[in-house]
T-cell receptor, first 112, second 116 residues
Framework: NAGVTQTPKFQVLKTGQSMTLQCAQD?????MYWYRQDPGMGLRLIYY???????DKGEVPNGYNVSRLNKREFSLRLESAAPSQTSVYFC???????????FGPGTRLTVT | AQSVAQPEDQVNVAEGNPLTVKCTYS??????LFWYVQYPNRGLQFLLK????DNLVKGSYGFEAEFNKSQTSFHLKKPSALVSDSALYFC??????????????WGLGTSLAVNP
């Protein structure tokens, strides 16, 4: 099992550019999440998907959109990147039976 | 409002000494509590959890945590620290608000440095 995978690992964007962060899990989990991690601010939830076909906003959804493409894949899109979106982005999935979240390795995004 | 607090930004401990990383919480009802660890340039990894039962929970890498309902705390402990334990540690509690059973509320993290 690969667990939770994310692409790309690193990305540099100019202000106003768009990009999509990809996430996939092979553990047959229903729920998936996108977080951003910034120094001193811990993990903040951007969007989550409780099950295939549903998505909901988290704490900091502005400037982002998501797509739950199927049970495995949950993508995060930045339509017009801003320097404030410079961060490390983590995707995670949730094991319902144990309440444990499994995290991907992260995407380090810099917006100049 | 539900919340998790990690009162220390950084904890320093000498190798071989016991370590404690503190966590307090505020939730209505019975809490589901978690500890995760993040090594440099990696994603978070699950360490241990308290759902119900024995107040002392044992987890990965020799870590344990004690649930204390009266003090609303869930401190992470290890009897003898290793340099390789140096990492960022996050405490989290399940968000039990309506429709939010699958979300966690996260602390801001505590950076643990174990000195040789």
């Amino acid at each position: 099992n690969a667990g939770v995978t994310q692409t790309p690992k690193f990305q540099v964007l100019k202000t106003g550019q768009s990009m999509t962060l990809q996430c996939a899990q092979d553990m047959n989990h229903n729920s998936m999440y996108w977080y951003r991690q910034d120094p001193g601010m811990g993990l903040r939830l951007i969007y989550y998907s409780a099950s295939e076909g549903t998505t909901d906003k988290g704490e900091v959804p502005n400037g982002y959109n998501v797509s739950r493409l199927n049970k495995r894949e949950f993508s995060l899109r930045l339509e017009s990147a801003a320097p404030s979106q410079t961060s490390v982005y983590f995707c995670a999935s949730w094991e319902q039976a144990t309440y444990e979240q499994y995290f991907g390795p992260g995407t380090r995004l810099t917006v100049t | 409002a539900q919340s998790v607090a990690q009162p220390e930004d950084q904890v320093n401990v000498a190798e071989g000494n016991p370590l404690t990383v503190k966590c307090t919480y505020s939730v209505s009802g019975n809490p589901y509590l978690f500890w995760y660890v993040q090594y440099p340039n990696r994603g978070l990894q699950f360490l241990l959890k308290y759902i119900t039962g024995d107040n002392l929970v044992k987890g990965s890498y020799g870590f344990e945590a004690e649930f204390n309902k009266s003090q609303t705390s869930f401190h992470l402990k290890k009897p003898s620290a290793l340099v390789s334990d140096s990492a960022l540690y996050f405490c989290a509690v399940r968000d039990i608000g309506a429709g939010n059973n699958r979300k966690l509320i996260w602390g801001l993290g505590t950076s643990l440095a174990v000195n040789p």
